[in-house]
């Protein structure tokens, strides 16, 4: 009688293996079942004239997850230049998710120049950022329209941020600003399409700049001269960055060093 069972105790095994495999994606499936539409009414004005707020703030993905931030309290003037360093898991990108807009707090307050930050003014504040994620996405299309990214035109602006990011003269010599890019096209190497990224976000002209490990493409000399030229020149705008390198973290005004989603 058991030797007739075999078979298809195999076959629960095997399902059980199968169900283990794609329970995570099932999970996450679920959450997005779950997930509220967020509004997308703009809600007052966010001004950004003095200062961001993280007041006790914790945040965790899933009710049974490990908390990915832990009551982070600090402050951020503005024209403040922040390099968030920490090692791998400690939280630095859940916190930058957190500045940005990307995601509402599981508990404290996010707060700009006195004004809470909810759902309700969340998309409102994102018109005060630009961003630079640590992999580059680019549309098939012309330098010039992945830099100037919907905004007018400005010819002098456009030429300020590629010198900004020494790739005018490269831009130049592939072809000029209508030179085409793209993930799929090999025209330029990936340091290059990083360098590209950069430069819109600068040319976009928003207070706050975030930089997610925005030079990790780059060879150590150029990503010194670019951090340095940015750092420098943009003194009134307010920049937030992550960084993995002490040595570049050291050339911020501020660190804010993390460790298992706690500020130390």
Request: glycine residues 6%; neutral net charge.
């Amino acid at each position: 009688a058991l030797f007739r069972m075999l078979p298809s105790l195999s076959r629960v095994l095997s399902g059980i293996s199968i169900i283990n495999m794609y329970k995570k994606t099932l999970d996450m499936v679920h959450i997005e079942f779950k997930a509220e539409i967020e509004s997308q009414k703009l809600g007052a004005k966010i001004n950004f004239n003095k200062s961001i707020e993280l007041k006790n703030i914790s945040f965790q993905y899933l009710e049974t997850d490990k908390q990915s931030l832990s009551n982070i309290n600090i402050k951020i003037e503005k024209g403040d230049k922040i390099a968030i360093f920490g090692e791998s898991g400690s939280g630095k990108s859940t916190m930058m998710d957190v500045l940005i807009g990307l995601h509402l707090a599981s508990n404290g307050k996010f707060i700009i120049d006195g004004v809470e930050i909810n759902s309700d003014n969340i998309v409102r504040w994102r018109k005060n950022i630009s961003f630079v994620p640590q992999k580059v996405v680019l549309f098939e299309s012309t330098v010039k329209e992945n830099i100037v990214f919907g905004k007018e035109y400005d010819e002098k602006l456009f030429r300020e941020v590629l010198e900004d990011v020494y790739m005018y003269d490269i831009v130049m010599s592939k072809g000029g600003i209508e030179a085409k890019v793209g993930d799929e096209i090999s025209g330029f190497s990936g340091g290059q399409l990083q360098r590209l990224a950069f430069a819109r976000a600068l040319y976009q002209e928003r207070s706050v700049l975030f930089l997610d490990e925005a030079t990790s493409s780059l060879d150590e000399e150029v990503e010194n001269k670019i951090m340095y030229k940015i750092l420098s020149k943009y003194k009134e705008k307010t920049i937030i960055a992550i960084v993995h390198k002490e040595a570049i973290a050291d050339k911020f005004g501020k660190i804010i060093r993390l460790k298992d989603g706690k500020n130390c």
